[in-house]
């Protein structure tokens, strides 16, 4: 995947150029808006080609985790990125709606073909890795560049057909309104991971519940779970088990650890177990505890 996206930046270096040249010589306000977005293709494709090789790096001394969270953290940048670019585009396209120019529909026609064949070819290239959220922010913008591609050639027959100019700065809105929508949804998901918040496929009451129905689990509380990287999620909670000796309650241990990875995937747990039947530590509880009895 590393290697695609090292094609890709290339690849998009040479369609902005192309896009840029052909919106100025053309007088099309979509052709520049779509040079503008895939430019930021460029910083958002090497910040994740980075951040794949940071991902792989071995925990250290100082970074105990790893750099799993260096793919969560390009898509946060890559998504400000869009979402100031998104606001950009729509004031230049607004001032050209007001001020219409005449557009030059046989350039913006052929160099949007071409641009809908790299930004196809680049969506295309990395749509298998879409479940890592780095890799889906790239797929996400580069399914847009090419959407927004075929939005530019029928936008470029209508003009030539009708003469009617507004459709230019019309379409360079709906690039930036597109732009904006999955630049705020990638910032959300993102920044929701960054505050260490719980999984969105995960339910609290539902791991907690799981636990519960191990034998000889009679309390579970101070569950905390959270996302180190794309494909690595983890847990920490406090176990209430009877007095037992050491060797039984490893087996409870191993049962408690099956559940979470077979149930939700949870591979990274610290599980601290506690005596049944001893008053709980003062203090507030995140969530509150649960036990055997209301389940």
Not at 57 to 72: C, L, M, N, S, V
Not at 219 to 234: K, Q, R, S, Y
């Amino acid at each position: 995947m590393t290697g695609i996206l090292g094609v890709a930046v290339v690849a998009t270096f040479v369609l902005v150029a192309a896009e840029l040249i052909a919106g100025y010589a053309g007088h099309s306000i979509a052709l520049i808006s779509d040079a503008i977005h895939n430019l930021t293709d460029v910083p958002t494709l090497v910040i994740s080609w980075l951040a794949m090789r940071w991902s792989k790096r071995p925990p250290t001394a100082e970074k105990t985790y790893g750099y799993h969270r260096g793919g969560i953290l390009a898509a946060f940048v890559n998504a400000m990125l869009l979402t100031m670019l998104s606001l950009f585009l729509i004031y230049e396209s607004i001032a050209r709606l007001r001020q219409p120019v005449e557009v030059q529909t046989g350039i913006m026609l052929w160099v949007s073909l071409f641009a809908l064949m790299i930004n196809g070819g680049i969506t295309l290239a990395v749509h298998n890795g879409r479940s890592d959220l780095n890799i889906r922010s790239v797929w996400i913008h580069n399914l847009g560049d090419a959407l927004s591609n075929v939005a530019i050639v029928v936008g470029a027959l209508c003009i030539r057909w009708t003469g009617a100019t507004w459709i230019d700065p019309v379409i360079g809105i709906g690039i930036g309104a597109m732009v904006l929508w999955s630049g705020t949804g990638i910032l959300r998901e993102s920044s929701h991971i960054l505050l260490e918040g719980l999984p969105r496929e995960l339910r609290l009451d539902a791991v907690a519940t799981a636990v519960l129905h191990v034998e000889g689990v009679q309390e579970v509380h101070d569950i905390h779970i959270w996302t180190l990287g794309t494909d690595l999620t983890a847990l920490s909670c406090h176990v209430r088990i009877p007095d037992m000796h050491m060797e039984d309650s490893e087996k409870i241990l191993d049962r408690v650890r099956e559940v979470l990875t077979h149930d939700f995937k949870i591979t990274h747990t610290t599980i601290q177990f506690e005596r049944a039947g001893l008053p709980a530590e003062a203090g507030l509880y995140m969530p509150a505890p649960a036990s055997r009895s209301e389940t």
